[in-house]
């Protein structure tokens, strides 16, 4: 399974970017699918996460109601819309697949594979 994350940028504080990862696995939808990011130097944080029929999220707090997190198992890509966004949230953000779980899960030793993260600015 391989995961490219795209859609990162630099963006305003209280702007939206959304981000997306595509799969070239065969079986996307069987996989639970997660969102993380890593600030340099500090350790990766949970962000969301979705199952693999979407009838499981799991999103963290700090994004709680600002970040959504969906999929399109027809595209076999997974999606993280990213609103009200704040300089905070200035991070790498990477993409991750679980295929040993089948709801939404938060510990990045829970996944699998991982994609190259794309950077993701928000600026004061």
């Known amino acids: 399974v391989q995961l490219q994350a795209s859609g990162g940028g630099l963006v305003q504080a209280g702007g939206s970017l959304g981000l997306s990862c595509t799969s070239s696995?065969?079986?996307?939808?069987?996989?639970?699918m997660g969102w993380f990011r890593q600030v340099s130097g500090k350790e990766r944080e949970f962000v969301a996460s979705?199952?693999?029929?979407?009838?499981?999220?799991y999103v963290a707090d700090s994004v709680k109601g600002r970040f959504t997190i969906s999929r399109d198992n027809a595209k076999n890509i997974v999606y993280l819309q990213m609103n009200s966004l704040k300089p905070e949230d200035t991070a790498v953000y990477y993409c991750?697949?679980?295929?040993?779980?089948?709801?939404?899960?938060?510990?990045?030793?829970?996944?699998?594979?991982w994609g190259q993260g794309t950077q993701v600015t928000v600026s004061s």
């Open positions: 979705i199952s693999g029929s979407a009838s499981s999220t």
């Open positions: 991750a697949a679980s295929q040993r779980f089948s709801v939404a899960r938060r510990m990045d030793y829970e996944y699998d594979y």
């Open positions: 696995g065969h079986s996307f939808r069987s996989y639970t």
